[in-house]
């Protein structure tokens, strides 16, 4: 049976546990569905160290606080195996929405950090789990998605994780091949319920699926759980043995409340395929430095798709970052090495430090790896743009690229043309009367397409109007409101 591994620390040394179990590798046989290649000069990490031994994945997530818990600890002598081979290492992700959000971000990162070590990574879109719902983490169920919006999750999901983890797409092509998209409906609609019960639930404890923490906390609860959510775990389980069997996975990820799940998996392979060689691994939760949970915005959650929210955004957010958290949001969501880190945090202490300079890294190094280099650079052209003061010349496409982001209204041109400034800040929104749009003038905080206005008796003019089209108020360096030209 896996055993849960807590990692032990006595006077700053890592004390490891060690077990005999034999490492018998899984097939390799090869994967297929949509997968790509990776430019290895780029993102594979140097693949020996000065000992010629390969650079072991397990331990870098260790010093970087990416490793929770593994189910056993010959993980570590796989993931430095040179005679097996690369691992192949899988992440499971439930279409719910139509885009990935940051609390799928580390299990991204992670997979990642199994590449560029040289492994291979499978992303698992849960097509039909989907269909049912994790019950982990939730206190109640789960809404049914139609199949149409499911459909539409899918390829939404399919398209983010592509854009995140695979570099160069080639699809149908196995040569060299270190990512792939796989989605479990594929097999999970061929399995018929009598057959699933006599090969898969004959295997399953009722009393060890019912101690699962998921499966506790719900049943305590009010509102209890279903029978189709007491099942998923099984799904999950069956989903690793399945990629275990026939696709050669190794590992499963996963946050810490999968542990229960992924746990389900190795079993069900220990005792079906009476196999060892099946791991489990398990990353925090993201927390915030007061242990709440990190990835909402009062706009609600930080979608990884730039069609739900913009690069731009995406870098605000981060850019936000209280210093409590900066640096070990540096190690957990960025692929930059200790040493730079450790100089970021010492920067931080000297005089003259800048604030927000090391959040500003942290933003770019996360927006690059979500968003490519095209995403940074717009991310980084609209904030420049859009400082207050900033001698940016601004453009119709700039202001429009951040209209979603911010307060707008469309005026007509005749009405907005020789209008006063202080009428404008109050027509469009941006100040409820005319004394506060007076006050913070004389303060020197309303700014005109980032120009700082100096002057109450200021109207409107049409060189003013950007492209003829738009224009951009500002209360102050945060309060905005895009007026376009009706």
């Given at each position: ?48 160290s000065?000992?010629?031994s ?11 606080g ?9 993980l ?24 990935l ?43 049914e ?7 539409k ?6 398209d ?52 699962k ?5 719900r ?45 389900a ?37 930080i ?36 040493e ?24 770019e ?21 859009l400082?207050?003061g900033?001698?940016?010349k ?19 041109y ?17 100040f409820?009367?005319k ?29 003013d ?22």
């Open positions: 049976m896996a055993s849960r591994t807590f990692l032990c620390f006595h006077h700053g040394k890592l004390l490891l546990p060690f077990t005999t179990t034999k490492f018998i590798p899984s097939s390799k046989r090869s994967l297929s569905s949509i997968s790509c290649s990776l430019n290895t000069s780029q993102h594979i990490l140097e693949s020996k000065q000992l010629g390969p650079t072991n994945v397990v331990k870098i997530l260790e010093e970087r990416l490793l929770e818990s593994i189910t056993n600890e010959n570590r002598l796989a993931c430095s195996d040179q005679t097996a081979g690369p691992l192949k290492v899988y992440c499971g992700f439930d279409p719910t929405a139509e885009s959000h940051l609390g799928n971000l580390l299990g991204l990162i992670v997979l990642s950090w199994f590449q560029r070590c040289g492994h291979k990574a499978v992303a698992l879109i849960g097509g039909a789990t989907g269909r049912i719902g994790d019950p982990s983490g939730k206190s109640q169920e789960r809404p998605l139609d199949l149409k919006t499911l459909e999750n899918i390829v939404g999901i399919m983010t994780i592509n854009r995140i983890l695979g570099k160069n797409l080639d699809i149908g092509s196995q040569k060299n091949s270190n990512f792939v998209i796989l989605n479990n409906y594929d097999w999970w609609k061929e399995v018929r319920l009598l057959d699933f019960l006599k090969q898969v639930g004959r295997y399953a404890r009722v009393g060890s699926m019912m101690s923490e998921s499966v506790k906390k049943l305590e609860s009010e509102q209890g759980m279903s029978y189709t959510e007491f099942t998923y775990q099984l799904l999950q389980g069956h989903d690793f043995l399945y990629l275990f069997k026939n696709e050669g996975v190794s590992v499963q990820i996963g946050g810490s409340d999968q542990w229960g799940n992924i746990t998996g190795t079993e069900l392979i220990r005792k079906i395929l009476q196999a060892e060689g099946a791991y489990g691994l398990t990353f925090p939760l993201l927390l915030k430095s007061d242990g709440t949970k990190f990835g909402k915005s009062e706009d609600g959650a979608w990884l798709s730039p069609s739900m929210l913009s690069p731009y955004k995406f870098y605000q957010y981060f850019f936000s970052v209280p210093d409590a958290d900066v640096v070990r949001f540096l190690k957990i969501l960025t692929f930059l090495n200790m730079e880190i450790k100089e970021l945090e010492s920067s931080m202490t000297r005089p003259g430090y800048v604030p927000n300079t090391v959040q500003r890294r942290l933003a190094e996360i927006t690059r790896f979500v968003h490519g280099e095209d995403g940074l650079n717009e991310a980084l052209k609209a904030t420049e743009a400082r207050p900033s001698e940016t601004l453009d119709w496409k700039t202001i429009e690229g951040i209209a979603e982001d911010v307060p707008s209204c469309s005026l007509p005749n009405q907005v043309l020789n209008l006063s400034i202080v009428d404008l800040s109050v027509s469009s929104g941006l409820e009367s004394s506060a749009a007076r006050r913070l003038l004389k303060q020197g905080g309303l700014y005109l397409n980032n120009n700082k206005v100096d002057n109450e008796s200021k109207r409107i003019e049409a060189e109007i950007v492209d003829g089209k738009v224009l951009l108020l500002s209360a102050g360096k945060k309060n905005k409101v895009v007026v376009r030209m009706s």
